[in-house]
């Protein structure tokens, strides 16, 4: 089982996937800190059995290293340091910058995660499968 991350500054949204997909949007956490967050993701990989990880990656539209991403990369060092498990980080480009909410008002922080993590299978499919 896989899980999708989409950290935020606000929220973060989870999404979920067996490593064939499809990736499916699962719940968005308010962030209250990387200690808390942590722990929460801790209880989520053992409660979920999950095998990896796969973080949203925010470079600029060119590609660039931006302070959100020096800010992703020691969540992920921390996270890295908790769990016992892969973590894959994923280009996030597009997958949230549209709209950060639905029609109906609510976040999408797990479609966005979900994206991430679909975009992830998608490109482990296609290079293990001789695509």
Sequence with gaps: ?????????KRIGLALAESSGPAL????IDYHGDVALIEEIKQIV?????????VGWPLSLQGKVTERTT????FIK???AAVDR???MED??????GADVRQDGKPIDDVSAARILQT?????????SGI
């Design 1 to 9: 089982m896989y899980l999708g991350i989409d950290y935020g500054s």
């Design 25 to 28: 949007p699962w719940k968005i």
């Design 46 to 54: 053992t409660a979920e059995q999950i095998d990896k990880i796969v």
């Design 71 to 74: 800010v992703t990369d020691n």
């Design 78 to 80: 921390a996270l890295q």
């Design 86 to 88: 892969e973590i894959i």
């Design 92 to 97: 996030e480009r597009l997958t949230s910058k």
């Design 120 to 128: 992830f299978i998608d490109r482990h499919h296609e290079t293990s």
